[in-house]
């Protein structure tokens, strides 16, 4: 079997609120736990007790998560600030990356 190479170069990656996402999410995650906890009995009793667990390990991830993406999105800017003003020392315009 012949290996699979691509036939075209992937996409650039979406860019978007990224921040805002992961935040989103991690509120729904800890909703859900909170909503499902006055049900735990019934959970339980049909050994679906994992569910109520799964909520709070995805707002548990998602609190790890906001904290890495919000430390990304710094990071992003400070490169771009620091490309700008070596741009602006250097004396030539700078054009934004496609990072």
Do not use: N
């Amino acid at each position: 079997m012949a290996k699979w190479t691509p036939k075209h170069e992937a996409p650039e990656p979406l860019e978007g609120p990224v921040v805002a996402t992961i935040t989103g999410g991690t509120i729904i995650w800890f909703v859900l736990f909170v909503v499902q906890l006055p049900f735990y009995g019934w959970f339980d009793d049909h050994g679906r007790t994992w569910w109520v667990w799964t909520c709070l390990a995805g707002g548990g991830l998602g609190l790890i998560g906001i904290w890495y993406v919000r430390r990304r999105e710094t990071a992003i800017k400070r490169v771009a600030a620091e490309r700008e003003s070596a741009g602006a020392r250097a004396g030539r315009p700078t054009a934004p990356s496609a990072e």
